[in-house]
């Protein structure tokens, strides 16, 4: 009797349905805690690694522009900037026409238009047209105005400007149109969008 | 957000995501790969240089049976062939030592020594049992491994060999895989028996093999049977192609793997994926150089495996492998997990990747925003340093005019995605490119397509999936150039994006059934690509390399002749400049040939001063001249193009190069007026530049009308209607002051944007009433109150969008239409309906027409609508997400109103009594766009055009004449929305004030090239020479 009177109990839909739920309940509570934990593990170690992973700092000392001597000599092999349309800057900070470029990489020092530390289009170290920033920026008595900028740099241009060897490397990266030169991302602040000094930023 | 670019919409995936288990499907083979990379990555130090050479040898026959048969049935079978002649004795059997020797083979290797030649081959072939005799061959091959040192020396060498010997045995694509498949299979024994290093770089080919044979349907012991022959005949490969028929690796299919066994593997060249960046310790990738995060979240992992499956695709060495294992991989975290980015990220990365010198950029981003500057120079910025961008040109396809940017750019290597079948997959976006409308036409894009659907790559921890996307089939493009790049470093002063881009496009294989808007240039080729690398000396090419009207390829300029008084076709080239960063067109000359009618040609050339970086344009306006009125056939001739570039030993030395551009036309006679529809481009506006909002306020996911309303692009399918029913279609990128009237029988006006000049609407007037010109005109909605409720927050610009016009502008067409009585209401109204017994009608948010002359002639046609526009306004005002725009709930029980949708109408002549033009107007213009279309009235605008060309009413719509019982009560019509900014990029406003117009813009005078006959009948630019025109 009593125990026809408890299987009867435990056929009744309400017990068997409240049994359900329980484990069911159970089952989602235990699923989703086991879930959790193992996002939150997984955060936390990626979080963990990436941090260690980007690191910024400078391995070995930059080379400022006034610590290098140039010979001006015609066998001279020079970096360039390459990639203007008309005019080129080389590492010297020597500025020319494509035309006075010579086949060492270097300007023609002789060309009447070619210029050194060449300023034009450019005010309060900002720049229209990036050649005339870089070479502007070569400038060795620029070292200070370079030095200031690289300290107060955001995060991600810190990480450009630890992977610069020497001055070159920095005046050609700085100069370029970056993060600081947008607004409304869509459009330039200004037409003087070559900077060597730092700007203030959009964001 | 808005779908501008700088959401640049990662192409995600849409088309159809499958999750494969990778470990249960390549269990088996895991193993033995680990093993075999693992090994070779120890080999990595030296190469594998293979040669081999065959010949036959003596008195050695291999029998080939018709069936498979047991060793002791084989034998007897030879002995009975051979036993009825007594002179034949001194034959042996050659005796095989492998394990296959135990099952059934169909063929054996015999010794037999004749005296009297032939006599006993004779009699074996005549054995029914025997299929075939032939001599037995013993190919030589010798391994050398090279050490680094060396390599570098023998590097191109190895691939000029190559070149040579597949020169030989033809340029053809199967014969290079055969070439370079030769060298596979015998790596595979030589190394076996005499290197373990060898061995080790084998088993991984092998293992490949395995790979594709299992995916097969034949057993391994029958697949032992079928390889055996091909060990002792090296002539034999058809046996092999069957096997290759279906690779499980896109590495396989697209023969990546047959470099790779060359020692080919990405080694020395750095590609760089900016993406969703990639967790620190994926085990598919062997060298991760460096991972930088350039967004707001603090994270260098992938949380979505978008990045992850791209970076696979390039650069995984195990499970689904990619193209260029070896490669140094460079990881740009550009999006966050919430596909988040800004042009300001991206500039500062792409600014790091010059620094870091990056040789190849894959991005498989994109969006309709090529007027993002700072993101476009950017990029410019990147090809002038010789960084070759390889990007995704979208998935808004099959839709034509929806390539996305920076994949459009012309420096820009943009791939389009194809399916298994050899198809485009409709997935990808089709060109052409519309920033040169209206003016212009745009240029040809895609350049390359590759497989892009069904993709296996890397998943985000580990294992498979597969993927679609033109997203997917960029990286594959990458991942080749990445891999071809590194075979031919000792050429890196000739690697730039124009050299890569020209190998990659005369490399390609053209499809069959796709034209060039679709496919671009054709199919993925490496080996083809490589081997043009290799050999490249840098030169000056264009795209498309030459017109030819009567090749299909070439839509949409086959689909209709040109003729005298044609609105002139314009041809967009690029010119690829693969010599100089920069260069200079120094000369064009036109010459038409003599012989082949070219004098009927007047061809007008405009171009790019300077050609930078990398590359320029050149324009070719072509019409027929007075000459070629009454014609019908084909003109030839081409175009001469001249660049100077500065000379790569000295740059202040100049090079002069030239470059043909051959032009085909095909001809016919002036059809008549009632023939001739004129397409007006001029008044049609498109975002970019400003928010111009969708036509049908349904659609939810794109808010945007960005694809131009051009016959080539969206309007393509209406197009194309209307050349099966016979009407010439032209295009007009000027006022309406630039046209004759008296050439054309009807104007059609869709959607327009833009204002009208007053002398527009002027003349339009005396066209159509007193020049007999008709008009038709499909229009949109626009109302103020909607379009202020439609504003929203845009993040990615971080300012607030108000939309700038409505569907179309029809204030503006308000104005055009005044003078004959036509007015557009200011309802947006939505809703099904029938035509007739059997046209199923949606109007997705169209106007209404309030004001119609009621002449005699006139029809008028009404239809139940839904004011969908005060449903709009009842929803909650948009916040900052594309989620919030407009949803209209359709299970609310609807409202209608009849209102009017159609009028017809004949105007009089103001200088006499007689009959001028006739108009057309209806209220909607989503029927004819296939943006968006639910149902086409293609069979409305061929009754209208009846009507309109020959004023003949179709009994349909004579039936539905509601004329008489309409009355037009006075209602407001729509105002311009007070400070919208249209005029800032305005055609015909003044940019500093909205309210006032632009002096009219001067139609466009041409300047024909003076023509330098040739007395030519063949065109020697194509391959294939023309035949001449007596077709």
């Known amino acids: 009797m009593d125990v026809n009177r408890i299987l009867c109990f435990f056929r009744k839909r309400v017990v068997l349905s409240l049994i359900f739920l329980f484990s069911l309940a159970y089952f989602l509570l235990q699923f989703n805690a086991l879930q959790l934990i193992k996002i939150q593990n997984r955060k936390f170690q990626d979080d963990d690694i990436e941090f260690e992973e980007i690191s910024i700092k400078r391995e070995s000392p930059l080379i400022w522009r006034s610590l290098k001597e140039y010979n001006l000599t015609e066998n001279e092999i020079c970096r360039n900037s390459q990639q203007g349309i008309n005019l080129i800057v080389d590492e010297r900070g020597f500025i020319c026409l494509r035309d006075n470029l010579k086949a060492t990489g270097c300007c023609d020092i002789q060309a009447e238009q070619t210029h050194i530390y060449f300023c034009d289009t450019c005010d309060a170290n900002c720049c229209e047209i990036y050649e005339n920033c870089v070479s502007c920026c070569l400038n060795p008595d620029n070292v200070p105005i370079l030095q200031k900028a690289i300290a107060q740099a955001s995060d991600r241009q810190k990480l450009l400007f630890s992977r610069v060897t020497d001055q070159f490397d920095l005046c050609l990266s700085i100069c370029r149109s970056n993060s600081n030169s947008v607004v409304n991302e869509h459009y330039y602040k200004s037409s003087k969008r070559h900077c060597f000094t730092k700007t203030e930023s959009s964001e | ?571 967009n080239v690029t010119i690829l400049n693969g010599i100089s960063v920069t260069g200079r067109v120094a000369e064009v000359q036109w010459y038409p040939y003599q012989n082949e009618n070219g004098n009927l040609l007047n061809v007008s050339i405009g171009y790019s001063e300077i050609l930078w970086p990398w590359s320029g344009w050149m324009s070719l306006h072509i019409v027929v001249n007075e000459y070629g009125q009454y014609f019908e056939g084909d003109a030839q001739g081409h175009v001469a193009i001249t660049i100077e570039t500065p000379s790569a030993d000295d740059p202040s030395e100049k090079l002069n190069s030239t470059v043909n551009f051959s032009i085909r036309c095909r001809i016919i006679p002036k059809p008549p007026r009632q023939k001739r529809i004129l397409w007006d481009q001029y008044h049609n506006l498109r975002y970019p530049p400003g928010y111009l909002p969708r036509d049908s306020l349904k659609v939810k996911q794109d808010p945007l009308d960005w694809r131009s309303d051009h016959i080539h692009t969206n309007f393509k399918d209406m197009y194309t209607h209307l050349r099966s029913s016979g009407y010439y279609v032209e295009v007009l990128g000027q006022p309406f002051t630039c046209f004759n009237a008296s050439h054309y029988g009807t104007l059609l006006l869709v959607d327009p944007e833009e204002e009208f000049f007053d002398a527009e609407i002027e003349k339009l007037y005396d066209d159509v009433t007193n020049k007999n010109l008709s008009l038709i005109v499909f229009a949109d909605w626009y109302n103020t109150t909607v379009m202020k409720h439609m504003k929203f927050y845009d993040q990615n610009t971080r300012q607030w969008w108000v939309p700038d016009t409505g569907g179309c502008n029809v204030p503006a067409l308000n104005e055009l239409l005044n003078s004959f009585g036509i007015e557009f209401g200011d309802k947006v109204l939505e809703g099904y309906f029938t035509m007739g017994d059997h046209h199923d009608m949606y109007y997705a948010s169209g106007t209404s027409i309030v004001k119609f002359p009621k002449a005699n002639q006139s029809v008028l046609i009404e239809r139940d609508l839904v004011d969908q526009g005060s449903e709009i306004l009842k929803l909650p005002q948009n916040g900052s997400h594309q989620k919030d725009l407009p949803e209209i709930d359709l299970k609310n029980v609807r409202v209608k109103h009849k209102e009017v949708i159609l009028g017809m109408q004949q105007t009089v002549s103001t200088l006499s009594s007689r009959k001028g033009g006739r108009i057309a107007a209806y209220g909607d213009s989503n029927c004819l766009d296939s943006t968006h279309m639910e149902k086409a009235c293609f069979w409305l605008l061929d009754a209208l055009l009846e009507y309109s060309m020959t004023s003949h009413v179709s009994g349909l719509l004579k039936s539905m004449n509601r004329m008489q019982n309409i009355e037009f009560t006075e209602k407001t019509k729509p105002q311009r929305l007070l400070h919208n900014n249209l005029h800032l990029y305005s055609k015909i406003l003044d940019s500093n004030d909205r309210d006032t117009k632009r002096p009219l813009q001067k139609c466009r005078k041409f300047n024909w090239e003076f023509p330098y006959f040739l007395n030519i009948t063949r065109s020697f630019i194509n391959e294939d020479p023309i035949i001449t025109n007596n077709i």
């Open chain 2, 1 to 571: 957000m808005m779908k501008k670019r700088k959401d640049f919409v990662i192409f995600f995936i849409f088309v159809i995501i499958n999750l494969f288990n990778c470990n249960t499907t390549l269990e088996n083979e895991k193993d033995i790969q680990d093993e075999g990379l693992k090994c070779c990555e120890n080999a990595t130090d030296q190469r594998l240089i293979v040669e081999f050479s065959s010949s036959i040898v003596e008195h050695e026959y291999i029998i080939h049976f018709n069936n498979y048969y047991k060793k002791e049935t084989r034998r007897k079978y030879i002995i009975l062939a051979l036993d009825n002649n007594s002179e034949i004795k001194n034959f042996t059997i050659v005796e095989r030592q492998n394990p296959a020797s135990d099952y059934p083979s169909d063929f054996d290797v015999i010794h037999l020594y004749e005296k009297t030649p032939l006599k006993g081959l004779d009699l074996l072939i005549k054995h029914p049992l025997i299929k075939s005799v032939s001599p037995q061959r013993i190919v030589h091959r010798t391994l050398k491994f090279l050490n680094k040192d060396d390599e570098q020396e023998e590097e191109i060498v190895a691939n000029n060999e190559n070149d040579g010997d597949t020169n030989k045995v033809n340029d053809n694509e199967d014969d290079i895989i055969n070439y370079i498949s030769k060298h596979l299979k015998l790596d595979t024994r030589t190394a076996n028996l005499k290197n373990k290093q060898g061995e080790c770089c084998v088993a991984e080919f092998q293992n490949f093999r395995r790979g594709l044979s299992s995916s097969t349907s034949i057993d391994t012991s029958q697949q032992q049977q079928q390889q055996l022959p091909i060990e002792n005949n090296v002539n034999s490969h058809s046996n092999r192609r069957l096997l290759r028929a279906i690779p499980r690796q896109i590495t396989s299919i697209l023969k990546a793997d047959a470099l790779w066994s060359i020692g080919i593997t990405g080694k020395g060249v750095k590609v760089a994926v900016f993406d969703t960046g990639l967790s620190k310790s994926h085990p598919h990738f062997k060298k991760i150089k460096e991972r930088t995060n350039w967004t707001n979240e603090k994270s260098l992992s992938d949380g979505i495996s978008h990045g992850t499956f791209v970076t696979g695709i390039i650069g995984s060495s195990k499970e689904c492998l990619g193209f260029a294992p070896d490669a140094d991989i460079h990881i740009y975290r550009v999006f966050t997990s919430n596909q988040v980015s800004y042009t300001s990220w991206f500039l500062d990365a792409f600014n790091y990747a010059i620094l870091k010198k990056i040789n190849v950029i894959n991005l498989s981003i994109g969006g309709p925003d090529f007027l993002d500057r700072p993101f476009v120079d950017k990029v410019l910025e990147l090809s002038a340093n010789k960084v070759i961008m390889v990007s995704a040109i979208g998935n808004d396809g099959p839709l034509y005019g929806t390539l996305n940017n920076p994949g459009d750019q012309m420096d820009v290597i943009g791939v389009g995605g194809m399916n298994f079948e050899e198809k485009i997959a409709k997935f990808s976006s089709r060109g052409m490119t519309t920033w040169e409308l209206p003016e212009g036409y745009g240029r040809l894009k895609p350049d390359i397509v590759t497989y892009g659907s069904q993709v296996k790559g890397s998943n985000l921890k580990g294992g498979c999936r597969s993927l679609s996307g033109t997203s997917v089939a960029s990286p594959v493009v990458a991942g080749a150039v990445t891999l071809i790049i590194s075979g031919v470093l000792k050429k890196m002063d000739y690697i730039n994006p124009s050299s890569v881009k020209q190998a990659l496009i005369e490399g390609a294989t053209r499809l069959n059934d796709n034209n060039m808007f679709e496919q671009g240039h054709g199919k993925l080729n490496v080996l083809k690509s490589i081997k043009i690398l290799s050999e490249y000396q840098p030169k000056i090419t264009l795209s498309p390399t030459n017109l030819d009207m009567t090749d299909d390829y070439m839509f949409p300029y086959s689909s209709q002749p040109i003729y005298y008084t044609m609105q002139p076709i314009i041809v």
